[in-house]
């Protein structure tokens, strides 16, 4: 259970630290006036998440990220 737990903490941060990361990103895109949506960078996300998920379940890490990337939009706008 601690080990889980430790893991656990870790997810939090890094989650912690992605959606930052999204909110520097919608701030420049405003000013820049760039599209909050990139279907292509989506798609590469996608991409990658399905390549390195070789002993996963493709598809329930693909549903995370998708609520992760929806999440990292929200803050965006």
Not at 2 to 25: G, H, M, P, T, Y
Not at 46 to 61: E, G, H, Y
Request: aromatic residues 6%; charged residues 40%.
């Amino acid at each position: 259970r601690k080990k889980i737990d430790s893991i656990d903490k870790n997810i939090v941060r890094l989650l912690a630290n992605r959606f930052e990361l999204a909110k520097q990103i919608g701030i420049y895109k405003k000013k820049n006036k760039i599209n909050i949506i990139d279907k292509k960078r989506e798609l590469q996300v996608m991409s990658n998440i399905r390549k390195n998920s070789d002993k996963m379940n493709k598809q329930f890490l693909v549903d995370i990220f998708k609520n992760i990337m929806d999440y990292s939009k929200k803050l965006q706008k």
